[in-house]
């Protein structure tokens, strides 16, 4: 009997089923291939097809993908539902995003989009919190919520990275953000990070009247993380950060389950992102990965800063547009602008993101002249500014932190 082979994995004809979860990818064939040929075997290799053609019997085209549409380098293709396991993102991945980005039949390949249909999307917990953080930890009203991450980024210790939180938080700040490679080292370890920092939230909650919290990056081997999950619930922390790209998206799930018995919320910091999307021809754009970690069931997640800061970004505006998008009824992700940011930069961010965002700064806070506490009042003051819509020039003249900050680095984008 005929064999399953490549070709049957191409149907320019085809329409999918609303329940087949629909990739987009850009293409560029091998130097001796033509277009249909190296579409289809994306089709194939990342659904039940090899470079052979299969001597099987019985039918297994139910579970095979269709490349239904060739514009241009742009390919769509189908995946019928039965091929995904519900619920367990590295095996989605190891389909839409495995063996085909390193097939030598294309030169290139980017996974641009997806478009999720909802019996797998819901099959995931998708976000407990959301951007309800800004009012269901916080009382943020109408602005944006605001964080810091002490800097140098490790080194600090325990004493010293607590006390700078603490320096922020009176400033005027909601969050203290551990970097994301600190974790557990000798000179700063987490147990004993978690504890003063708690304590100095409480003083500076006491001394603010502002509910404060703490980024704690819990981000290791997936039993520790759920073992320092415990211990930040248990210390009265609403919050664990986890470097979503690193630990991977199997370990960000049970973080999830764990985090749903806890009441937690989960900060991701996307590490490593830039070695999937950074390329613009190859890899796995930030956009699929923050449609990744909304389904999987971060609250927050870095997108960047929309061109302002310091790091490469891609559409910030249009991601951020995605992850606050009707998804069958899953919550939204509040988006984080982070990345070289500081005070004379936050009209322009606000003008571009909107308000439904957190604004992170490390360097545009402890870089301020006179110290992390007036880095954390200028960048305060630079949202509230913006928030009531007056020029943040205008503003700076009775508020002196601002005024200092704009001085130093004006409107200026870091390198
Ligand atoms: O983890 C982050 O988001 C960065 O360390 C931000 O640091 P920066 O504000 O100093 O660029
Ligand atoms: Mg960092």
Known sequence: MPGIKYEDFLDLGYTPAESELVCTFHVEPAADMDMEDAASRVASESSNGTWAELQVEGSITDLSATTFSIEGNEVKVAYPDALFEDGSMPQVLSCIAGNIMGMKAVERIRLLDC?????????????????????????AGERPITATVPKPKVGLSTDQHAQIGYEAWVGGLDLLKDDENLT???????????TQSLAMRDDAQDETGEKKSYLVNITADTNTMLERADMVAEQGCEYVMVDVITTGWGAVQSVRERCEELGLAIHAHRAMHAAFDRIPSHGVSMRVLAQIARICGVDQLHTGTADLGKLENEDTVGINEWLYSDLYGMNDVLPVASGGLHPGLVAELIDREGTNICIQAGGGVHGHPDGTRA??????QSVDATVADIPLEAYAEDHPELKVALDKWGTETPR
């Not at 998708?126 to 269901?136: A, K, Y």
């Not at 880095?375 to 305060?380: P, S, Y």
Request: net charge negative; hydrophobic share 35%; glycine share 10%.
């Open 184 to 194: 557990d080292q000798e000179f700063n370890p987490f147990a004993d990070r978690l």
């Open 115 to 139: 478009d999720w249909p909802e019996p797998l999307t819901t099959s995931f917990p998708g976000p407990q919190f959301g951007s309800g953080v800004r009012n269901e930890i916080f009382d």
């Open 375 to 380: 880095g954390a009042a200028a960048l305060r």
